[in-house]
């Protein structure tokens, strides 16, 4: 069993930057593949960036560029978010994929809440213009 916290969300202007976390806890096994996701009011919930169990990363076209996942030592999630923009606003979640097949969740697929089996309770962001 895996829990999951994140933290880090806030309010920031546009061109600001915001560090997210997601503290592990139970299943601390450091090789599940993760991620972040975001929920604005009213839109589906959408990947942002995924690390697999190799350490390979991949992103969202929206986001490219801006964002960078990562993780430490202590199994500790982070996503940095740089020059943020009022688009990023929404509630972000980190999600692993703790199922017999994460071992071949590839970061080369696309990012789907479907694929992951534990998530957080989210962190709010707002960027205003």
């Known amino acids: 069993q895996v829990q999951l916290v994140e933290s880090g969300g806030g309010s920031v202007e546009a061109g600001g930057s915001l560090r997210l976390s997601c503290v592990t806890s139970g299943n601390t096994y450091s090789r599940y593949c993760k991620a972040w996701f975001r929920q604005a009011p009213g839109k589906e919930r959408e990947g942002v960036a995924i690390?697999?169990?190799?350490?390979?990363t991949n992103y969202a076209e929206s986001v490219k560029g801006r964002f960078t996942i990562s993780k430490d030592a202590k199994n500790t999630l982070y996503l940095q978010m740089n020059s943020l923009k009022s688009e990023d606003t929404a509630m972000y979640y980190c999600?692993?994929?703790?199922?017999?097949?994460?071992?071949?969740?590839?970061?080369?697929?696309?990012?789907?809440?479907?694929?992951?089996?534990?998530w957080g309770q989210g962190t709010q962001v707002t960027v205003s213009s």
């Open positions: 690390i697999d169990s190799y350490g390979r």
């Open positions: 999600a692993a994929d703790t199922s017999p097949r994460y071992i071949a969740h590839s970061a080369y697929v696309p990012i789907l809440p479907r694929d992951f089996d534990s």
